[in-house]
Antibody, heavy 121, light 111 residues
Framework: EVQLVDSGGGLVQPGGSLRLSCAGSGFTFSNYWMSWVRQAPGKGLEWVANIDQHARQTYYADSVKGRFTISRDNAKNSLSLQMNSLRAEDTAVYYC??????????????WGQGTLVTVSS | DMVLTQSPDSLAVSLGERTTINCKSSQSVLYNNNNYLAWYQQKPGQPPKLLIYWASTRASGVPDRFSGSGSGTDFTLTISSLQAEDVAVYYCQEYYYTPRSFGQGTKLEIK
């Protein structure tokens, strides 16, 4: 069974940093692109970042470019999101997601349970 | 940037009735005979769940009362006979362009 477990969320002050993690199991982690998607309280879904199977290609939403870094460790079946210079508008539940297929473009087939990041003084 | 616009924003439907949710993209998502369009269901307090991809392919385990149709810029999610457990917010998403885009969501309730 495919499982994704998000962790690392919490309360952080504006300008601060936080590192989110996602542990994958039940599949060959190194075969799949991975993504982070966030959802502000009471709002819709917002794509944050993508990373290819071997961490050679990364893509970011304009709203986080230059502040967030997506990375992965295939040996540990782990995905990360380093978030710096956090702003109030970054407050959201952050989900990691695995693409449904091992291809260059695919829907988000599996999702973690999400981890809440709150940016507030 | 690509914009996906869903309609309606919310709707209330009687149990057993047919339900349709629309998604219109500002640019075509049809390439090489594939429509890069997915539908997700999100229930309160839960992560999104993939229902449909390639515009019309049901994801594993999704009941066959859910179906997707459309091509190019206009897409539809249909629930043939609404069940109580279908109360949720539904999102469309394109996965061809970067940045990826989601529709604003359609909230489905029971009448």
């Amino acid at each position: 069974e495919v499982q994704l477990v998000d962790s690392g969320g919490g309360l952080v002050q504006p300008g601060g940093s936080l590192r989110l993690s996602c542990a994958g199991s039940g599949f060959t982690f190194s075969n799949y692109w991975m993504s982070w998607v966030r959802q502000a309280p009471g709002k819709g879904l917002e794509w944050v970042a993508n990373i290819d199977q071997h961490a050679r290609q990364t893509y970011y939403a304009d709203s986080v470019k230059g502040r967030f870094t997506i990375s992965r460790d295939n040996a540990k079946n782990s995905l990360s999101l380093q978030m710096n210079s956090l702003r109030a508008e970054d407050t959201a539940v952050y989900y990691c997601a695995r693409w449904v297929a091992a291809s260059a473009a695919a829907a988000l087939g599996y999702w973690g349970q999400g981890t809440l990041v709150t940016v507030s003084s | 940037d690509m914009v996906l616009t869903q309609s309606p924003d919310s709707l209330a439907v009687s149990l057993g009735e047919r339900t349709t949710i629309n998604c219109k993209s500002s640019q075509s998502v049809l390439y090489n005979n594939n429509n890069y369009l997915a539908w997700y269901q999100q229930k309160p307090g839960q992560p999104p769940k993939l229902l449909i991809y390639w515009a019309s392919t049901r994801a594993s385990g999704v009941p066959d009362r859910f179906s997707g149709s459309g091509s190019g810029t206009d897409f539809t999610l249909t629930i043939s006979s609404l069940q109580a457990e279908d109360v949720a917010v539904y999102y469309c998403q394109e996965y061809y362009y970067t940045p990826r885009s989601f529709g604003q969501g359609t909230k489905l309730e029971i009448k």
